[in-house]
């Protein structure tokens, strides 16, 4: 059984006509009477038991009206999703029960001390905190910062805070909302070693960011967002595999023909110079170049980063076409 | 309910519910010790003619009698205003305001339906209204006990009138809790709040005091609170059969509306 699983999910603001709800596929329309723009739109993923799965998208591609609808915040135009097994219309409180959320930019009760907080935050649980102290060292949140009101507290501390009340009661499926934001590098490096532990441990984490270096540090999969579209999900390994890296190459003598060897692209001769992009497999390419006096080859690896900017290189390219 | 959360609640307004209530036992006290220094002097002014008998009397309170004193103290600005520090103050804020901070994201979060949390807000409005009242009642009690005038009041009828205020503030802060669960910002909340409450009081004084405006007296919720028949032992059960209305239509609302709606990301 998945963690998650969307089908279809979409979510539209705006009014929603009941004459044109028919004729628009369940879209609302604005006042105006011009179809209200999608914030989510026909997402359909799988996320598998025990893995880390990053959703990707810069702001506003509609991450966290995804999670939201997976909440129960928000209420589907159209699609269905089921959490843990409970669909999220009619089982939001059940689904509730088994998951730790960390919202983005997440506020507090800030008259509270942290230990207060954490407190309350899991009587509302109703689950014992199993992890909070191991979580309160690893984040460094000294017994002293926990006596403070949550007022004082710096912004990095409010994010270890926020971490710590999301997986305190070892919550099946950890849903987090741009986790990292406002941790230093030291506490970003524990907070990926809490969630490898966490996957070791069999946890679920869905995982939104618009920090590509930690979704490649840290995901087994990726689906990527765009103006609340799916544009892609797969493995990160297999979408840094399938990124265009570029190469450079000297040589002396004749210069390689590389236009037919597969997943070659963009090759440019400039002298002894020759550039050009290079997909997939590295064998064919390596192949074409036995014959020649290569006296220099750099390869740059490939980083989730540009792999994503392709992505949406290429969305935007269909959306012009 | 959810009895953490109704703890949470409790627990930040503690401090602030104890002091509106001593504030509201010592109005409730100064009133009969007003009327026991002044009364006869200002029932002398009156039939002197200088000022209109109907100035004289304001929501069935007037300070010519004890009864009438203490039921002055129910429906005087200065208890109203003390009472919606809660009835409007904490029911309006309740969900808006958490809404507005971000940290209705939290308690959502946890295993607790909307419906709990807009339970939880109610009874914990309804609690405050029964204590802010309580502490109006006995501070009447004591007044009265103060200048010896205590048997005068009669103190087995304290309980219904207690029970008629607190339904009225019952009312308004579930009026409150409705616009409360509607707006995703405090001030719309607050505002319309304070909108209704404050027609409704205007409404009550102009008929009161304009015979020809006396028609729209049942249109304000004030009109229900009877002190003065109260504690004559008159009270009228309808008056509290119609606030005990408005509070269920305004339960009602909230309970369909907010499970509904959508709750976008704070801004």
Same mark, same amino acid.
């Given at each position: 059984m998945p963690a998650i699983a969307t089908s279809g999910l979409t979510k539209r603001y705006g009014t929603a006509l009941p004459s044109l709800r028919r004729g628009s596929g369940g879209y609302g329309v604005g006042p105006d009477g011009v179809a209200a723009a999608p914030a989510l739109d026909d997402l359909s993923i799988e996320v598998r038991e025990g893995e880390i799965f990053g959703f990707l998208g810069p702001n506003g591609a509609g991450k966290s009206t995804a999670i939201r609808l997976l909440l129960g915040f928000l209420h589907p135009t159209a699609g269905s999703a089921t959490v843990l097994g409970h669909p999220i219309d009619g089982a939001s409180v059940e689904i509730r029960r088994r998951i730790g959320y960390l919202p983005g930019g997440i506020a507090f009760w800030d008259g509270l001390s942290g230990e207060r907080l954490l407190d309350e935050l899991a009587a509302l649980s109703?689950?014992?905190?199993?992890?909070r102290s191991d979580l309160l060292d690893r984040l460094e949140l000294d017994a002293a910062t926990l006596k403070r009101p949550v007022r004082e507290y710096s912004r990095g501390m409010r994010q270890k805070l926020g971490i710590v009340q999301a997986l305190q009661h070892d919550p099946e499926l950890a849903i987090l909302d741009e986790?990292?934001?406002?941790?230093?590098p030291l506490m970003q490096r524990s907070f990926y070693g809490i969630l490898d532990d966490l996957r070791a441990s069999g946890r679920t984490i869905f995982f939104s960011s618009h920090v590509l270096s930690e979704v490649e540090r840290v995901c087994d999969r990726v689906a990527i967002v765009r103006h609340g579209r799916l544009v892609a999900l797969e493995d990160v390994a297999a979408l840094i595999a399938r990124r265009k890296r570029n190469v450079e190459l000297r040589v002396t003598g004749a210069v390689p023909i590389l236009h037919a060897v597969p997943g070659v692209s963009d090759v440019h001769v400039d002298g002894n110079l020759v550039t050009c992009r290079l997909e997939g497999d590295v064998g064919p390419f390596l192949a074409a170049l036995r014959d020649y006096d290569v006296r220099d080859l750099t390869i740059e690896p490939s980083r989730l980063e540009e792999a994503f900017l392709e992505f949406y290189e290429d969305a935007d390219a269909g959306s012009a076409a | 309910m959810n009895r953490a959360y109704f703890t949470h609640v409790w627990r930040a307004n503690r401090w602030r519910l104890a002091i509106v209530a001593i504030a509201l036992a010592a109005w409730g006290a100064l009133l009969p010790i007003v009327f026991d220094a002044f009364g006869a002097q200002f029932q002398a002014l009156i039939d002197s003619g200088i000022i209109p008998s109907q100035f004289a009397r304001f929501g069935g309170g007037d300070i010519f009698s004890l009864a009438g004193s203490v039921a002055l103290g129910f429906v005087h600005p200065i208890a109203v205003g003390l009472a919606l520090v809660f009835s409007v103050g904490f029911a309006a804020a309740a969900i808006a305001g958490e809404r507005e901070r971000g940290t209705l994201e939290v308690l959502l979060a946890r295993p607790v339906s909307r419906r709990r949390v807009y339970a939880t807000a109610l009874a914990a409005s309804m609690l405050f209204a029964a204590v802010t009242m309580g502490a109006l009642t006995l501070g009447a009690l004591a007044g009265s006990a103060v200048v010896g005038r205590l048997a005068e009041l009669g103190p087995a009828n304290l309980p219904v009138v207690w029970l008629n205020a607190t339904l009225l503030f019952c009312a308004f802060g579930a009026i409150s809790l409705g616009a409360s669960v509607s707006f995703d910002r405090l001030t719309p909340a607050i505002g319309t709040s304070l909108a209704i409450v404050l027609v409704s009081y205007f409404l009550d004084v102009i008929a009161e005091l304009w015979p020809a405006a006396a %028609?729209?007296?049942?249109?304000?919720? %004030?009109?229900?609170?009877?002190a003065r028949a109260g504690l004559s032992g008159f009270a009228n059960p309808g008056d509290m059969v119609v606030l005990i209305g408005v509070t269920g239509v305004a339960i009602a609302y909230a309970l369909v509306v907010f499970p509904q709606r959508d709750l976008a990301a704070p801004a």
């Open positions: 109703g689950r014992p905190s199993l992890l986790p990292s934001e406002g941790l230093d | %028609f729209l007296q049942p249109y304000s919720l %004030f009109h229900y609170l009877d």
